[in-house]
């Protein structure tokens, strides 16, 4: 899973915890993301783990279609 991350150009990837609410950051570091998120769905290892995982969450109804996630706007940034 970790390598597969890797391998779709994730960087610094975190996840947190705020009683029942999880948060993930991530920076993409690569050219095609949707294609990289394929790559990463159709990974054996991710797709293991996400059957395990699944189960614990309940995605947001307002994400976007077709996501799991929803995506935050980013409203603040500082280097």
Do not use: C
Not at 3 to 19: C, T
Not at 25 to 34: K, M, P, Q
Not at 47 to 52: D, F, H, V
């Amino acid at each position: 899973m970790l390598e597969q991350i890797r391998r779709s150009n994730i960087r610094n990837y975190s996840i947190y915890r705020e009683g029942t609410q999880l948060f993930a950051y991530l920076e993409y570091v690569g050219d095609d993301f949707a294609a990289d998120m394929a790559a990463m769905a159709a990974d054996p290892e991710t797709q293991r783990w996400w059957a395990l995982t699944d189960a614990m969450q309940d995605p947001l109804p307002d994400r976007d279609p077709g996501t799991w996630w929803k995506t935050l706007r980013e409203v603040f940034h500082t280097d």
